[in-house]
């Protein structure tokens, strides 16, 4: 009870000592509780600031408790009007805050002027994708590029994914194979998994997208710099297309169970197809490496591989032999 009050164990134990023995000096109190003066001398100092106890008339510099029935009561008192006053500062605060998300969200729209808006720098990303989820009801769907996540990403994530999972919102996100290399990255997807989200793989992905509620979409304003600038749209056209786009991609992505990839009919794997076709489409090494989130040593390697699998000595032959064999199919669109 005299902890709601504002006292600590000694106070309390110096007021009692004080009730149980009106005349006892500090000296006195402080060797029935085995306390150092001082402390007692502390406590004493505070009773009087809560008018519990009153400096003596007849023995000055000791003081003497006043009455529990009139002391505990004003201090009582005392208590509930600050607890009012509190309240009422509160009250004040919401009423300010509720004004001022109005005021901001007017601003935004004002801002907006289109269906689309542009975000500059990763806190105002962050700040976005955190007021996006919060305000998701029914699904949110990903795709994760980029390969292994940055600890700060998934840090800053994983509050936002456990909200939402737990007011029911289905999760859906296409991350690439290759995070499978990176174990914390792989943790987060399995966690999330555990979760209840929906998690698939793929060997390539378009850009970083996020869509909530098939109503507004973010998409990094330069793919390859996502941390500088954003574009949020609410355009339907656009998010639409968006949608129908993670669809057709979610369709052919491998599920979270798949730990080893297997090979296709030719004994490629998802990994080996994806640098085929990006090396057709005229990629290089570098830009390979970026689009399937692995080195532009993992990158040479396999095209190495492939070469020596298919007798190829050099990367033209590659693209060569591998159309002739029918391993390149220049109907598969680019991702």
Partial sequence: MFDLLGLDDIAQAVYEEMLKDPEASTDAIAWRLDRPASQVQNAMTELNRLSLIRPSWQDPGEYRAVE???GLKLLLSTQEAELHRRQEEFETARVK???????????????????????????????????LAAGCSSEIIAFVPGGAQSRANMEASRPLDESALARGVRMRSVYLESIGNDRATMEYARWLGDSGAHIRFAAVLPPRMVIYDREVAIVPDDPDATHRGA???????????????????????????????????????????AV????????????????????????????????????????????????LRGWVDPQRPAV
């Fill in 276 to 323: 085929l076709d990006l090396l057709a489409q005229g990629n290089a090494d570098d830009q390979i490496s970026r689009r399937l989130g692995i080195s532009v040593r993992t990158t040479r390697r396999i095209t190495a591989g492939l070469a020596h699998r298919l007798g190829a000595k050099s990367r033209f032959q590659t693209g060569a032999l591998a159309a």
């Fill in 68 to 70: 529990p029935e009139v």
């Fill in 231 to 273: 574009l949020v749209t609410r355009s339907k056209g656009v998010v639409s297309a968006l949608c129908e786009l993670f669809e057709q991609v979610w369709s052919t992505a491998r599920p979270l169970d798949y730990v080893q990839w297997p090979g296709d009919d030719d004994g490629l794997t998802l990994q080996e197809q």
């Fill in 97 to 131: 805050l509720e004004g001022l998300a109005a005021e901001y969200a007017e601003l935004s729209r004002s801002r907006q002027g289109t269906d689309t808006e542009r975000l500059d720098g990763i806190d105002a990303i962050r700040l976005r994708i955190e007021a």
